[in-house]
């Protein structure tokens, strides 16, 4: 599965990347038919509204049948996500 391990933290500077990673990612699974983008946050510390942004546009630009995946996410990143009324558009795991 395509796995993408996100970056310590995700700001207006880094998020640009982070999200290239992602489309990369999942362009890149697509290709070889998985159906779910792995994301480990388990590395994340501080993520504000442009990484929220990252996460929300790809998911919205998953295939019909594919899932976004956050692997290890906080209680903080979970409390952000549910704020943003945006959580429920993911799978959240350990």
């Known amino acids: 599965m395509a796995t993408v391990v996100a ?24 290709a070889v038919g998985e159906r779910e983008l792995l994301v480990d946050c388990s590395h994340i510390q501080f993520i504000d509204s442009s990484g929220l942004r990252a996460l ?15 692997l290890g996410a906080s209680d903080q990143l979970v409390r952000l996500l ?13």
Do not use: C, W
């Not at 929300?56 to 956050?70: D, F, I, K, T, Y």
């Open 7 to 30: 970056p310590n933290e995700i700001d207006m500077a880094t998020a640009p990347r982070f999200q290239s990673m992602l489309e990369a990612a999942l362009a890149a699974g697509t």
């Open 56 to 70: 929300a546009l790809v998911q919205g630009r998953l295939p019909s049948g594919h899932r976004l995946v956050l």
């Open 82 to 94: 549910d704020i943003a009324g945006i959580q429920d558009r993911f799978i959240l795991r350990g």
